[in-house]
């Protein structure tokens, strides 16, 4: 995914999103990276421990805040997503077959469904890593179902995780836009941070819900995401997605 960041008449900036095969309405991490250089280059100021800047997308008007650690000098960038719509629920067998798994591995009786926070993504809870680790995509079946769907992509999860740390462990599926496996997003971490607390796979806290989601393991690009839910199975008010980024290339591009 590639984000353009560009001036806004009705916020602080103005992000667009872009596939190998076209426009996404919002997407999370090249958020959290835009934001990152933003910093790195010196083009916003971060003044007080928490900023707060407006940000115009397709999927509408998001506000993000830029954390300042004082001791360690790190930015978290911290996005506030739509409320969360919980959309379709769908028959697991199809699934499983399309990510070369058997219906056992789908953890029951946890719906397969797609949620929205900005961006629709399914959600697919598996029962443990190792159906995690054993998935083989179809990848012509999972075009066919996220198109037939109308949604971007898959969110396979699990809560059998690698650090005690973790609630989470996602692997991200978006092969109908050119990406087949992301290695961290975080619009379907806000998906299945609301999907959690909404069919009780974790206990809500209050005020809000922190939850830890890993991904990138299978794609030797490790990586954690931060989810905050303020809610509970009754209803969600609020999504929040946070993250850090880190500078990794550096390029020029002549138009």
């Known amino acids: 995914e590639t984000v353009f960041v560009s001036k806004s008449r009705v916020g602080d900036f103005r992000l667009r999103y872009m596939t190998p095969k076209g426009e996404i309405e919002f997407s999370g991490h090249p958020t959290i990276a835009a934001f990152h250089v933003l910093v790195e280059e010196g083009l916003v100021e971060v003044v007080n421990e928490v900023t707060l800047f407006n ?3 397709n999927s509408g008007l998001l506000p993000v805040e830029i954390v300042k650690n004082v001791a360690t000098g790190v930015h978290e960038v911290q996005i506030t997503h739509t409320q969360p719509e919980f959309l379709a629920s ?45 998935i083989s995509p179809d990848w012509q079946s999972l075009v066919e179902l ?14 059998d995780v690698r650090e005690p740390t973790s609630d989470a462990q996602a692997r991200v599926f978006i092969p109908a836009l050119g990406v087949p496996e992301d290695p961290v997003s975080g619009a379907p971490a806000g998906c299945l941070g609301s999907y959690m607390i909404r069919h009780g796979l974790m206990a809500p806290t209050y005020p809000v819900t922190s ?38 290339m550096k390029g020029t591009l002549y138009v």
């Open 146 to 159: 996220c198109e037939k769907g109308n949604f971007v992509g898959l969110c396979v999860f699990t809560r």
């Open 211 to 248: 939850i830890v989601i890993e991904q990138g393991h299978y794609m030797e690009r490790p990586g954690k995401v931060f989810v905050e839910v303020k809610g509970d199975t009754e209803g969600i008010e609020q999504v929040k997605v946070s993250g850090v980024g880190v500078t990794v």
């Open 90 to 134: 769908y028959d697991p067998k199809d699934y499983a077959k399309a990510l070369g798994l058997s219906l056992a591995d789908i953890m029951s009786p946890h719906p397969v469904e797609t949620v929205s926070t900005g961006t629709p993504y399914l959600m697919i809870p598996l029962s443990s890593q190792k159906s995690l680790d054993s």
């Open 55 to 57: 940000l115009e997308t």
